[in-house]
């Protein structure tokens, strides 16, 4: 373009329009030009580049249009238009109606609150406090609040490292630890939430009737009190429907339900507390009935009474301990991840589950502190219950906490109503409501703590099984992603969870069933925090959790704690738990669920796989460890698969297979699409492969760049491998593949050359190929390991099927069981290279029913029998199995006339002046060697199903390559498959051990 000197560059003719900013200054020089600011123009007026924003890195959804600019865009200078994602729309859509969103307080703080304020505080704190005394009982508590405190710190540090979705701790634990751990603790985490359900249900209607009973002449609706089992599944039915009702009503009215019942439970705590300074009549009870129950104020006396521990026989007859109180308080503050369960119906989850969670367990922690000491102030251990004992005055009835045999005796002599103490902390649920001013507000302060708690698990359950659902990790489970309304409500999940807790119901024991459910919310923590530790260690630059209170050493001990206290709680449940775990573990390892979630399983893959290298880079090389690990020219793999199987069966996930593709420059573009297209390929057709591009316009600087960049460190291929070129008439591809082989020798490489009767390239035949799984399983035991997973169908550029026989060349080495023989010419010592391949192949199915038969070269005809016990000693010091071994003696005798004439009409068929007069009398020795060999080949090997040959060398400046090929033609035309090898003249063959 000519520029002149008024326009600064740009033509006159031709621009009317200047760029953006920069206009002609009308003021002075023609020949400059200013920029000129533009106030009302933004950026994005300017330039395609965008801004950093959050929009561009939300991931959470499936629907995401992406507004940064492609690498092709920015070099192009301009943003290709797309249509609005269908998908986009369909999520609008489903956003009808009002979305109900929580912050932190009633999200998560008051969850936690309605979860950890249970029957346990109610009814059960007691009776710790009697059995281990304060000391011991605060220190139970403490623990207890120790252990959940470090999962909560933990499941904050998990919650803050990225936005999560819905799906609490099972979208926290698969994101970190993978999917077999998620999908396991996902599934067994709804088990426990059903479960949880149905024994708070049952907590409620046994603590209804335990009122019912006490303030009426009531005697039960089908039974007694002793038996009130169907009573409870009575009660229950509705209690459960209405708690189903409730909460497909939705979230909206399940926060104000909660709400009413937090009320309820901190009225109740409140009574309670009071009570204790009440030393007269309360609502509930008169005064002398109060204390000859154990009741005493605040009293010392009482405190050193139950300062230590003082364990009893339980039920069951065995001693209480430490160890067995310290399972059931735990029971009672599993309800941390209350919160978390929901969310996906939090504002901001990252913000609200480390707030919520930590201050619900502190606060929490203080209360059940204060009303442990409480009990310990103001109530005895032991009481006898008699009232009579309260109102003597002479002194002839023992004391009311004087629980000795002699006591209990002087009881019976005055037939005194009780004559055993059954009371006090050590023996008595009801202890608070004898405590508390109005006893009454107990009951309802346990209705609503069990009422609260079924709630939190009836919602809770259904969210992490659509979490499991969406993520398609079990079959069938996708059926409960489906979510209805604004808020995405799981319906068919509260279905679900409604009918295993109306099983667990119909039961109506639930001990060992609530003890399950305790050991699978003890193993989710444990992963909790187990996944903190592992991403830690991994050092994974995506592990950048904001909240920075937490420690991986710590984590890594709560995670073992939690393991040990599943053994405390019930060691035949937490082994059962165990093996549920590992069962989904594997199961889910065996589907192989097609996610990427970035896990720190995922990392340590990485990071394994990097100190390996490094390890192995420190290694020196010895001839037992060495492996071929094979850099194949394949070209595009999908249109060479028998080449790409071949070599598969040499590597067979235990070597290295590199497949390479040279491309030409103008072809750069798509390398890209190919390089994901061929992992999907390679994974379709299960091939553990590598595939790398290099860009080049020459075949054989292409291959010297892969043969150079290939690899890492030690981790890199010793053998190139390619399909055998069969066109005679341009020189220059000749040429080029010549070059090819002798590049590979100069860099110290192997090479090997695989020839088909057919060719290794259908190219010309597959227009497509489309892959699917098989649905028809093999009933024929003997190949039922040759069955793979998946099926192809191919077709041509037109879309016609292929014919079976094409389609049999194409899958030859993947379908096909061979019997007969592999063949090996062992002509000359490179190494061992031409035997080891062979051994290889016959450890692989398609070839271990194939016999070896060896046959090798003898310097002298005389030498024949010494040569023979010569190589077959050799190879049973290698220990390689054979059939035969044969010694050609006359390798050097002239070739039949026939031979030479086939050669000379071959010779004709290269272009013309690629192979010169004078360069054939220069290797006539050699060429009626080769002559000799393939006369031998046609005589003993063609009924082989494998021909194994030692490469000649192509030696740089004493052949043609025309020349050279046409001795490869004809030492392998009209034979079956056949392996041309040769190794770089280094052992990788040894007899010592």
């Known amino acids: 373009m000519e520029t002149g000197e008024t326009n600064g560059g740009f033509e006159a003719d031709k621009l009317s329009v200047y760029p953006a900013g920069l206009q002609p200054d009308r003021r002075g020089s023609t020949n400059l030009h200013t920029y000129i600011h533009e106030p009302n123009k933004s950026l994005s007026g300017y330039t395609i580049e965008a801004l950093p924003a959050d929009i561009n890195y939300r991931r959470l959804s499936g629907v995401h249009v992406d507004q940064r600019p492609t690498m092709e865009e920015l070099m192009i200078g301009k943003k290709f238009q797309e249509n609005q994602d269908e998908e986009a729309s369909k999520a609008k859509e489903q956003q009808k109606g009002k979305v109900i969103k929580f912050g932190w307080i009633e999200g998560v703080f008051k969850l936690v609150l309605l979860s950890v304020w249970g029957v346990m505080l109610f009814l059960r704190l007691t009776w710790v406090m009697g059995q281990a005394g304060l000391i011991q009982g605060l220190l139970i508590i403490t623990l207890c609040n120790i252990v959940t405190g470090i999962t909560a710190l933990s499941m904050s540090a998990v919650a803050t490292n990225g936005q999560i979705a819905s799906g609490g701790v099972y979208y926290m634990i698969s994101r970190a630890l993978g999917p077999e751990f998620g999908g396991a603790i996902g599934i067994l985490f709804t088990i426990a939430n059903s479960i949880s359900v149905a024994t708070t249900t049952l907590g409620f209607c046994d603590s209804l009737l335990d009122l019912v009973y006490e303030v009426s002449e009531f005697s039960g609706i089908v039974a007694d009190e002793e038996n009130r089992v169907n009573d409870l599944r009575i009660i229950g039915t509705p209690v459960l429907t209405l708690l189903l009702i409730l909460a497909i009503i939705g979230m909206d009215w399940v926060n104000r339900v909660q709400g009413l019942l937090l009320l309820l439970l901190v009225t109740a705590q409140i009574d309670m507390f009071t009570g204790s300074f009440i030393k007269g009549d309360s609502l509930y009870v008169k005064s002398n009935e109060r204390h000859a129950k154990g009741f005493t ?50 504002r901001d989850p990252a913000s609200a589950i480390p707030k919520g969670t930590l201050l619900g367990i502190f606060v929490t922690y203080i209360t059940y502190m204060i009303f442990g000491a409480m009990v310990t102030f103001t109530y005895e251990r032991e009481a006898s219950g008699n009232i009579e004992e309260i109102l003597d005055t002479s002194g002839k009835y023992p004391s009311v906490g004087n629980c000795t045999a002699e006591a209990n005796a002087v009881r019976e002599f005055y037939n005194l109503t009780e004559t055993s103490c059954k009371f006090g902390t050590a023996h008595d649920q009801r202890v608070m409501t004898y405590i508390s001013a109005t006893g009454y507000l107990v009951y309802i302060g346990c209705y609503g703590a069990t009422l609260s708690s079924a709630i939190a698990s009836l919602i809770g359950a259904p969210r992490v099984l659509q979490a499991v659902g969406k993520d398609k990790l079990y079959p069938l489970i996708h059926i409960f992603a489906k979510g209805h309304g604004a808020n995405n409500d799981p319906f068919r999940g509260y279905i679900l969870v409604f009918l295993i807790a109306f099983g667990c119901l119909m039961i109506g024991e639930l001990n060992a069933i609530g003890k399950l459910s305790s050991n699978f919310f003890l193993a989710s923590y444990s992963l909790m925090n187990l996944s903190v530790f592992h991403s830690s260690m991994t050092k994974s630059p995506g592990w950048r959790p904001s909240f920075k209170y937490y420690n991986p050493w710590v984590s890594l001990v709560g995670s073992i704690v939690c393991l040990g206290l599943m053994l405390i709680v019930d060691w035949k449940l937490a082994c059962a738990t165990y093996a549920a775990i590992a069962v989904l573990y594997g199961f889910s390892v065996y589907l192989k669920p097609d996610v990427t ?9 990485y990071v394994n796989a990097l100190n390996n290298a490094y390890t192995l880079n420190d290694q020196k090389h010895h001839v037992k ?38 491309i030409r420059s103008a072809e750069v573009e798509s390398s890209k699409k190919l390089q994901d297209v061929m992992e999907c390929w390679f994974k379709d057709h299960n091939i553990k492969s590598f595939y790398t591009i290099s860009v080049n316009d020459s075949i054989s600087q292409g291959a010297q760049n892969s043969i150079l960049m290939t690899g890492l460190g030690k981790l890199r291929p010793n053998l190139v491998m390619l399909g055998y070129h069969s066109k005679k008439d341009d020189f220059t591809h000749i040429e080029e593949y010549y070059n090819v082989l002798t590049i590979a020798f100069e860099n110290n490489m192997s090479v090997s050359i695989l020839r088909l009767p057919n060719g290794t390239d259908f190219s010309e035949h597959i227009g497509y190929e489309n892959t699917t799984e098989k649905i028809k399983p093999v009933t024929d035991k003997r190949n039922r390991q040759d069955s793979d997973k ?55 199915k398609q070839f271990a029913d194939c016999k070896l038969r060896v046959f090798s070269l003898s310097n002298r005809p005389e030498d024949f029998d010494s040569s023979t016990r010569n190589l077959a000693n050799l190879l049973s010091k290698f220990r390689i199995d054979y059939t035969e071994v044969e010694i050609i003696p006359d390798i050097t005798k002239k070739a039949q006339a026939e031979t030479k004439e086939e050669f000379d009409k071959l010779v004709e068929q290269y272009p013309a002046g690629s192979i010169e007069k004078s360069d054939l009398n220069a290797n006539m020795e050699r060429t009626n060697r080769h002559l000799r060999t393939a006369e031998l080949l046609r005589e003993k090997s063609m009924s082989s199903e494998l021909v194994v040959i030692t490469l000649p060398l192509p030696r740089k400046g004493q052949c043609s390559p025309a020349l050279y090929m046409a001795w490869l033609e004809m030492l392998t035309k009209g034979l079956p498959p056949v392996l041309l090898v040769r190794g770089n003249q280094s052992s990788v063959l040894t007899y010592y051990s």
């Open 297 to 346: 104020g605040w009293s010392l006396d009482t405190l050193k009474n139950n300062i230590n521990g003082k364990y009893t026989a339980g039920d069951d007859g065995s001693m209480e301990s430490f160890i067995s109180v310290f399972g059931v308080f735990f029971t009672s503050v599993t309800g941390i991840t209350a919160g978390a369960n929901i969310s996906g119906d939090l």
């Open 597 to 605: 979630w970035g896990s720190s399983s995922e990392a340590l893959v």
């Open 625 to 662: 460890t060495y492996r071929p690990q094979i850099l194949l020219l394949s070209g595009n793999p999908t249109h060479r698969q028998p080449l790409v199987d071949f070599a598969n069966l040499i590597t067979k996930k235990l070597s290295l297979l590199v497949c390479s593709h040279i």
């Open 790 to 844: 998946t099926q192809s169908t191919y077709r041509d550029p037109m879309g016609n099927l292929l014919s079976k026989s094409i389609v049999d060349d194409i899958q030859q080495f993947r379908k096909k069981s061979r019997e007969g023989y592999i063949d090996v010419w062992w002509l000359y010592d490179d190494g061992g290279l031409t035997i080891l391949l062979p051994y290889i192949l016959q450890t692989r």
